[in-house]
């Protein structure tokens, strides 16, 4: 039964994410410079500084969203939350354009080095319309996360050639495999990363 829920929650994720990638495609084709070319983030390292923010749905319990910072400071490193990573609209991390507005800033921001996703859940694709792509494209850093999130991974490589990354959101317990994979990707400067394939990681919410 769960696993019939987990593929019906997929499905509709899937079919509301596609109903905003038209216009997400279309106007890569004119406004992605980058489009031969992707921009591949930096690696990150023990010190670096971590924005956390939830771009869609948001924990039940605030304890949730400590734990996920315990997560990300036992890689070393340091943890800048989002301004309204703490929100909650119903099963929303605030609304629409507050959700965004963390994503914006978190890019512009000089002091993060990179940025993690809280969890999946419902909601991520209803912030397209509110993302700053021009100021994506000109303060690349590594974004990451999965399941709904998948939507903004999708949208920011067709907008600005950035490579997201598929992979561990914050408030989940590391198996061996995906911790070896995430430093693997992340980490290492031997990696050997193809773009034009999304890194993959074994992740559980």
Not at 14 to 20: E, G, L, N, R, V
Not at 50 to 60: E, R, Y
Not at 122 to 148: E, T, V
Request: proline share 5%; aromatic share 12%; with cysteine.
């Amino acid at each position: 039964m769960s696993n019939r829920r987990a593929f019906i929650k997929a499905l509709i994720s899937t079919a509301i994410a596609t109903s905003f990638l038209p216009q997400v495609v279309s106007a890569s084709e004119t406004n992605n410079t980058n489009s031969n070319s992707p921009i591949k983030p930096k690696r990150l390292k023990a010190g670096d500084t971590i924005g956390l923010i939830a771009p869609g749905s948001n924990t039940w319990e605030d304890e949730e969203i400590y734990f996920a910072i315990d997560v990300l400071k036992s890689f070393g490193f340091k943890v800048k939350k989002g301004k309204y990573l703490f929100e909650r609209r119903a099963y929303l991390a605030g609304n629409d354009k507050d959700r965004a507005w963390d994503i914006n800033n978190m890019f512009k921001d000089k002091e993060v080095d990179g940025i993690f996703c809280l969890r999946g859940g419902y909601g991520s694709p209803r912030i397209l319309p509110y993302l700053d792509y021009d100021a994506i494209a000109a303060n690349p850093k590594a974004f990451i996360g999965y399941s709904d999130v998948t939507a903004l991974l999708n949208a920011i490589y067709a907008r600005t050639g950035l490579v997201t990354f598929h992979g561990p959101i914050a408030r989940q317990n590391f198996s061996e495999y995906t911790l070896k994979s995430f430093k693997e990707i992340l980490f290492s400067p031997k990696a050997n990363i193809d773009l034009g394939t999304p890194p993959l990681f074994e992740v559980r919410e």
